[in-house]
């Protein structure tokens, strides 16, 4: 077991990770989507009692009856997602908050139902360095 550590892009939150990951998930659902304002998210999960943070205090918004999302008020970084009547006990945190968020590669694909369509050949797309030739 070791320990991550992470934050938002500010600076002003900062978490410590102690525990043994679960699961490394791509979430492509809407709700996901539409609060990071991107195709998918990346989720490490953990127990929750593992995370702590240990600068600021994140802001919490009820994204749904159950689901709570956690991020920073001064920079808007997603950080955490609860949902104690779905997954209790456990917290999802956004991966690409991990200082090192190379180190964990993802192990899987959720939500697919709810994917983009175009997102399914994203793979086949061209792919530069930094940005494409101007032209």
């Known amino acids: 077991m070791s320990t991550v550590n992470g934050g938002c892009h500010c600076g002003a939150i900062r978490y410590e990770v102690a525990g043994q990951l679960i699961v490394h998930a791509l979430c492509h659902c809407a709700d996901c989507r539409r609060h ?6 990346g989720w490490t999960t953990y ?3 593992a995370v702590k943070v240990t600068k600021g205090q994140p802001r919490i918004y009820r994204s749904s009856e159950n689901g709570r999302r956690h991020f ?4 808007g970084t997603g950080l955490f997602y609860t949902n104690a009547a779905m997954l209790p006990g456990i917290i999802d945190i956004q991966s690409a908050t991990c200082d090192d968020a190379d180190a964990v590669p993802a192990t899987m694909h959720i939500q697919v139902a ?3 369509r175009w997102m399914e050949d ?3 797309l061209p792919t530069f360095d930094r940005f494409p030739p101007q032209t």
């Open 36 to 41: 990071a304002g991107a195709p998918m998210v």
């Open 47 to 49: 127990a929750e009692d």
């Open 72 to 75: 920073c008020d001064n920079c």
């Open 114 to 116: 709810e994917r983009l």
């Open 122 to 124: 994203v793979h086949a």
